[in-house]
């Protein structure tokens, strides 16, 4: 897949304090990275300068082929930024309010009424439409934050934060809807520190602390890189009345008893069936064979601590 997103040496400076540190980072078209660290470690500066809020100090990033400093009006034209704070416009009513800001992105006036209408259907807020946003809880707020963002069908979304202070029902609505775009060919930058969200989300993890990029993969390969081999288990419905089966070495048994076996291995694929056969072979009754559940809050800690 083409790079839709790319940065060299991308740096932003305060004063004495470097915010984002040599930042060097590929985000290919239709994928969702999720963009993790502690608070202070650069992730909404990084993203402000990929939304061309921000100009960097040094380094350059383009964004769909535009420079975010040449092209500062194009990139804000094809990008979605839902910022950690929404800083409505509380006074206005959500159609107002959607209106306006589609109308600033070039939308027909036809086209924006009929796409503001589908997101707060969408998002369970069309019934709360003749109030004013400043009546609003802080989840509906944020909900109204991410329609604006989505409302242009932009090409990339970039998403700070974006369940914040909602309730698990609209959480999980937002989750469904981020979900939803990843068959449409749009990519996602999701800062959060909602791990479970990122490991359900995202096809790609960096993690930055300092501003520095100190990690980047998949969630499995992370887990491997940073955790070791997977850890599998397989339990039986009745205690064996004769040793476990070795495989001539395949499996690295790590502890055991006349019910369970836990063992790490270097090829699943193969040993794993060969297990269950030998077992089978002398009249085991297995129960379940698995593989014992990773978190990515594992590795972030191992990251950042």
């Not at 383009?62 to 416009?89: C, M, Q, S």
């Not at 009345?241 to 270097?266: C, E, I, M």
Request: charged fraction near 25%; include cysteine.
């Amino acid at each position: 897949m083409p790079a839709l997103i790319e940065t060299l040496g991308l740096t932003k400076q305060f004063d004495t304090l470097t915010a984002v540190d040599h930042l060097t980072l590929t985000v290919v078209e239709g994928e969702i990275l999720a963009l993790l660290g502690p608070n202070g470690a650069g992730k909404t500066t990084t993203v402000r300068m990929l939304s061309s809020i921000l100009k960097p100090t040094a380094g350059s990033a383009r964004v769909a082929g535009y420079d975010v400093v040449r092209d500062a009006r194009a990139v804000r034209h094809i990008v979605g930024h839902l910022t950690e704070f929404p800083g409505l416009y509380l006074r206005m009513r959500p159609l107002d309010y959607l209106d306006f800001f589609g109308e600033l992105q070039g939308m027909a006036r036809a086209d924006r009424r009929a796409r503001a209408q589908e997101l707060l259907q969408h998002f369970d807020l069309w019934d709360a439409r003749a109030r004013r946003l400043g009546e609003y809880s802080k989840g509906m707020r944020q909900k109204m934050a991410l329609i604006r963002a989505m409302l242009h069908n932009p090409r990339i979304l970039f998403l700070d934060e974006p369940t914040s202070a909602m309730d698990p029902h609209s959480a999980k609505q937002v989750r469904d809807a981020i979900a939803s775009l990843r068959g449409s060919g749009r990519t996602i930058v999701l800062c959060t520190h909602n791990l479970y969200e990122a490991e359900a989300l995202a096809d790609h993890i960096a993690v930055i602390r300092r501003g520095k990029l100190i990690a980047l993969g998949t969630p499995a390969q992370l887990k491997c890189d940073l955790l070791g081999l997977p850890l599998w288990q397989v339990r039986l419905a009745r205690p064996l009345d004769q040793p476990w089966p070795s495989l001539n070495g395949a499996l690295q048994v790590q502890s055991f008893d006349d019910l369970t076996l836990r063992y790490h291995t270097r090829a699943p694929e193969t040993a794993n069936p060969l297990l269950l056969r030998r077992l089978q072979e002398i009249g085991a009754a297995v129960l379940e064979l698995h593989e014992m559940p990773r978190s990515l809050e594992e590795v972030y800690l191992k990251l950042v601590l």
